[in-house]
């Protein structure tokens, strides 16, 4: 009676095994098993293989399991019979489906939740061999399963995503593991690939341009009175541009007392690029000519507006202004009363970071101002509002018929990070 016993504890015992042991690979996340293929103990890649042959893994693990059960509820039926009789089987099967539901699923499964990477590192040889051993047996009842799984089930199951991503970010972020700039800088990173060049360009209504028979002389106190570095210079209109004036050649003949020369022989050759360029190619595009200008075009080959590195790099880090400039530092600033003042041109791409949004709109729309429009229908005008199921937009203030800021109350209070 002692062996049988000590057998059926035996048996009790590697139940809780294959079930810690399952629960255990099953809740690693992708990151963990990245970090185990990356380790440099052979055991961390063993478990890392494992952990991404899921089927093969959980196949070997359940006929493990089983065995041990079915061998467990065996011996305990055998001891039953011989010990107490028929009558008193029921009762074994009860006591025998109690303490393997405590002590072989629930309590190790509970265990392996917590401590589910170091299980995975003690089990990852034992479970390898036991594949190795089982794998005529496994092999037969994977192809199986696998079959009629099929039937069901047509779509395969993404491990990763860029949502996925973002919520981990979110998760990270709430519990402290990251700030919340970076986990702002993160989602902007992610994002930089869906911005095209319109969203972030400065409006041709707005472009400070020199005509480009202006003499250096002529062209000096304009170009200091901007305070840009690089200026666009158009033949005719200034609806064509045909060169960059850069500041710096500018002064440099300025020194060499060239004043008569006109700034069309200075200037450089411009970049040209349509306005659904994306933002990450104008990037490269900027580093490989090494002009930090382009002018944007838009379908019909007209001027649309011009978009420099700096507006680039702000879609990254946010505002950036120099020592001569004024403004706010942010597009979007919280005020006392629970609202937020939106400048018009801010992107809706940050809009929908910023306060967590998911808002429907054209591919066309790239800017707040204009979701406002296209929600409108019609040529804004200050004072109106628009009413979402985010929140109430508000016009500020416009210039001509463009949109210059608006006023945003939240459905929810929003909390400022």
Avoid at 17 to 28: K, R, V, Y
Avoid at 204 to 218: A, L, N, P, Y
Wanted: glycine share 6%.
């Amino acid at each position: 009676m002692t062996s049988h016993l000590i057998s059926i504890f035996i048996l009790i015992f590697l139940s809780g095994i294959f079930s810690g042991t399952e629960t255990a690979f099953t809740s690693l996340s992708f990151i963990q098993v990245k970090e185990l293929e990356n380790s440099d103990r052979k055991a961390a890649k063993v478990a890392a293989r494992l952990a991404k042959k899921s089927d093969v893994l959980l196949t070997t693990i359940l006929i493990g399991n089983n065995l041990v059960n079915i061998a467990a509820s065996a011996m305990v039926t055998t001891l039953t019979i011989d010990r107490f009789g028929n009558q008193a089987i029921g009762y074994a099967t009860g006591i025998l489906t109690l303490i393997i539901l405590i002590f072989a699923e629930i309590t190790p499964k509970q265990i392996a939740i917590v401590n589910s990477k170091q299980i995975c590192l003690y089990m990852a040889y034992p479970i390898y061999g036991l594949t190795m051993a089982l794998y005529p047996l496994v092999f037969i009842i994977k192809g199986i399963s696998s079959f009629i799984t099929s039937v069901f089930v047509k779509e395969k199951r993404e491990n990763i995503s860029l949502e996925g991503i973002l919520h981990v970010m979110d998760v990270a972020q709430d519990q402290g593991i990251v700030e919340d700039y970076e986990s702002n800088l993160v989602q902007r990173v992610f994002r930089f690939d869906d911005i095209d060049v319109h969203t972030i360009m400065t409006h041709r209504t707005d472009v400070f341009s020199i005509d480009g028979r202006t003499k250096v002389k002529e062209a000096l106190p304009l170009v200091v009175q901007s305070g840009y570095s690089r200026i666009p210079i158009f033949e005719g209109t200034p609806e064509h541009i045909v060169g960059v004036l850069l500041t710096r050649d500018l002064l440099d003949h300025v020194i060499g007392e060239h004043l008569e020369l006109t700034v069309d022989q200075i200037a450089v050759d411009p970049i040209f690029v349509p306005e659904t360029r994306k933002i990450h190619e104008m990037f490269s595009l900027f580093k490989t000519r090494k002009l930090h200008l382009a002018t944007v075009m838009d379908e019909y080959g007209g001027l649309a507006g011009i978009v420099t590195l700096e507006d680039v790099i702000e879609e990254l880090f946010g505002e950036l202004y120099d020592e001569h400039e004024t403004g706010t530092l942010e597009r979007i600033i919280p005020t006392l009363d629970d609202s937020f003042t939106i400048m018009g041109e801010t992107p809706i791409q940050q809009v929908e970071d910023y306060f967590d949004l998911d808002m429907e709109h054209s591919r066309h729309v790239g800017t707040i101002s204009g979701y406002i429009t296209e929600q409108l229908g019609t040529i804004p005008e200050e004072g109106q509002i628009v009413e979402t199921e985010w929140g109430i937009f508000k016009i500020d203030s416009m210039q001509g018929n463009r949109i210059l800021s608006l006023i945003f109350l939240p459905m929810e209070p929003h909390k400022v990070v």
